[in-house]
């Protein structure tokens, strides 16, 4: 089995012979991975640890992804490229519109949209979980939470589609692209910008009103930080529900006794979603940071700006944190994965993923019976990129 469709051997050997070990892609674009649980921990909320790219060295910045992400995508300063005062006053204005009552008022429609969702698939007796249901689930949810009218939802879908197969590319695919960026994320930032005008004009109550309402005394989201965090929420906030659901039911599929055991106790979905997202998250790796200063890890002298990914994935497979680290276990308690970062850069949109898994598990147990995997293992195809960890279709079949 090659390495993206069962990275945790090669892990495994690397925490125990190399963890901290350079990695290359295309041409050019270079960093150190890190794969210990507590190295990872430590550095996912150190200081000393940038994520604005213009620390990292020029040739690394002008190779394929290590371009700065304004020049690749056109969406410029948001949380995943400041740090400090910056990234403090840009989540601070952020999480004054992107609140837990505002993510628990999405309930009733995540079920809804479920609900619709399944009364279409149950008659078929096979389905792709992950183009058929997990997909069109977490982006409808994410329209719903922006504001974003019924009637162009369907753009979305496209346009999403299209930036994630962009994603996919290496680094060097990307930079020799006749485009600097997908078509469909230039449609989504020109829908987006035009969305802010109307909402300006006629406030209504999603999350877009909410972010040009955000203010902190007399502080508020410019133009760009605006639009910049709205694209940041819609494309990192499906793509965490799509593999956390697709991941997640490979999982269950490949291990029927624990898809037993949450079909006879449907209460063990809260600890099974935390299984799930420990045993095969929905990101391989944080994305890139760069030292501010000599840093040494495990024995290696990490020099100021040289880039730095954080195996996730590795460090929740860590037999020195967990144990049994390799068994799929929905009832397991010694559960403190990193699957959504730590610190000042947790995932904002953790809650909502939450939410989504706990209503889509809850539909597909309830209404799936007889669940298979509709192809072996082998054949099925993941997603090539260096964070993202997520299939790319899931086909199962079921009792009709």
């Given at each position: ?23 290359m ?8 991975l890190v ?14 640890m940038?994520?604005?790219?213009r620390?990292?060295?020029l ?19 948001h ?49 792709d979980l992950v ?6 689930l ?10 974003v ?19 996919n ?11 600097a ?12 910008t ?6 300006r ?6 999350l877009v ?7 902190d ?18 494309i ?11 991941n ?9 006794d ?16 935390e ?25 290696t ?14 460090a ?22 990193v ?14 993923a ?5 209503i ?10 007889g669940?298979?995997l ?27």
């Amino acid at each position: 089995m090659d390495f993206g469709a069962d990275p945790y051997p090669k892990y495994a050997w690397l925490r125990e012979q190399e963890p901290v070990v350079q990695v290359m892609e295309g041409q050019g674009l270079y960093g150190l991975l890190v794969t210990r649980y507590e190295d990872v921990r430590m550095l996912l909320s150190d200081t000393r640890m940038s994520k604005d790219p213009r620390n990292a060295p020029l040739d690394w910045q002008e190779a394929g992804k290590g371009r700065p992400l304004e020049d690749r995508t056109g969406l410029g300063t948001h949380l995943l490229t400041t740090d400090g005062l910056e990234h403090t006053r840009l989540r601070r204005l952020v999480s004054t519109a992107f609140t837990a009552r505002r993510v628990e008022s999405l309930r009733g429609q995540v079920q809804q949209i479920t609900d619709g969702l399944l009364d279409e698939i149950v008659p078929r007796g096979r389905v792709d979980l992950v183009t058929e249901f997990a997909f069109p689930l977490a982006i409808t949810v994410i329209c719903e939470l922006l504001g974003v009218p019924s009637a162009d939802q369907e753009m979305f879908r496209r346009w999403t589609k299209d930036f994630r197969r962009w994603t996919n590319k290496t680094g060097s695919d990307q930079a020799e692209s006749e485009n600097a960026r997908p078509v469909g994320l230039r449609d989504l930032l020109g829908y987006l910008t035009e969305l802010v005008d109307k909402r300006r004009e006629v406030p209504a109550d999603g999350l877009v009103d909410a972010l040009i309402a955000a203010r902190d005394d007399d502080d508020r989201l410019n133009e760009t930080e605006l639009l910049s965090m709205m694209s940041l929420l819609l494309i990192g906030g499906f793509e965490t529900t799509v593999n956390l659901i697709g991941n997640g039911t490979l999982a269950l599929l490949r291990h029927p006794d624990q898809l037993a055991l949450l079909r006879e106790q449907p209460h063990l979905v809260e600890p099974a979603l935390e299984e799930m997202l420990r045993y095969d998250g929905s990101f391989e790796t944080a994305t890139w940071r760069f030292p501010l200063e000599p840093i040494e890890i495990a024995g290696t002298r990490i020099e100021k700006g040289h880039p730095v990914l954080l195996s996730l994935a590795s460090a929740d497979r860590d037999q020195a944190k967990f144990k049994e680290p390799d068994r799929f276990d929905v009832m397991r308690s010694d559960n403190g994965h990193v699957a959504f970062g730590r610190g000042a850069h947790f995932c904002l949109g953790a809650p909502l993923a939450r939410l989504e898994g706990r209503i889509a598990f809850d539909g597909l147990l309830r209404r799936l019976p007889g669940l298979t995997l509709a192809v072996p293992p082998e054949e099925l195809r993941w997603q090539r990129s260096l964070t993202i960890r997520g299939l790319e279709s899931l086909p199962v079949t079921f009792d009709a």
